[in-house]
């Protein structure tokens, strides 16, 4: 049965850093990852897809990779911004493409 | 434009009530999903409709039941409500289960049962 697992929990970094927020799953047999973001009270806004195919995939500050012999994925933020902080969650979608199993998320504060 | 959308927000009733959360997609996607999220932020998918046809339902009591009156819409719509059926529900949309299929939610709906 597939299990993702982020980490840290939880993380708080002054502004300007650069920083990582890693996600890992158990079986490599996934037909894409995605990461999110979500804010108190809102939904979850899609930051990056990567393809099973892909190593990597970029937005602005943000990059993504994926390794998924090793089962492990990243998301690099660049320049943190107070308007960064929520909770990042990723996501793997299964081989048969409809399920998908979450992490329990990486909760970000970026202080001023 | 809110792209996926759900009503109501917040939901508060009686153990043993039966009520329905509403979900609309305006991005012309053909899939459409429910996930039920618990109080350790893990999103389970419970069900999804592509086409009007149900395509997965994970091992989800029957009380829970999809309705889709069209491609737009799918309704939840949950009998004889449980202490344990207390969270947040999230709807989702996407074009199908091709490699690009990124999934767009809704704000979700916290459901309280007392």
């Known amino acids: 049965k597939q299990e993702v697992t982020q980490i840290p929990a939880a993380l708080s970094v002054p502004e300007g850093e650069n920083l990582v927020l890693n996600c890992s799953f158990t079986?490599?047999?996934?037909?894409?990852l995605q990461w999110f973001r979500q804010d108190p009270g809102k939904g979850l806004t899609s930051l990056l897809l990567?393809?099973?195919?892909?190593r990597e995939q970029t937005s602005g500050r943000l990059n993504a990779s994926l390794d998924k012999s090793s089962g492990r994925s990243t998301l690099y933020i660049a320049a943190s911004q107070p308007g960064d902080s929520a909770t990042y969650l990723c996501?793997?979608?299964?081989?048969?493409?409809?399920?998908?199993?979450f992490g329990a998320g990486t909760r970000l504060t970026v202080k001023p | 434009d809110t792209a996926v959308s759900q009503t109501p927000k917040y939901l508060v009733t009686q153990m043993g009530n039966d009520k329905s959360i509403k979900c609309e997609q305006n991005?012309?996607?053909?899939?459409m999903y429910w996930y039920k999220q618990d109080s350790k932020k893990f999103l389970k998918i419970m069900f999804s409709y592509n086409n009007k046809e149900l395509i997965i339902n994970e091992t989800v009591p029957n009380r829970f039941s999809p309705k889709s009156p069209d491609k737009a819409h799918l309704n939840l719509h949950i009998n004889s409500l449980e202490l344990g059926d207390s969270a947040v529900y999230f709807c989702a949309s996407s074009h199908g289960q091709g490699k690009t299929d990124t999934q767009y939610f809704g704000p979700g709906t916290r459901l309280t049962v007392l």
């Open positions: 079986d490599s047999a996934i037909y894409n």
């Open positions: 996501a793997v979608r299964l081989g048969g493409g409809w399920d998908m199993r």
């Open positions: 991005l012309g996607h053909d899939t």
């Open positions: 990567i393809q099973s195919s892909q």
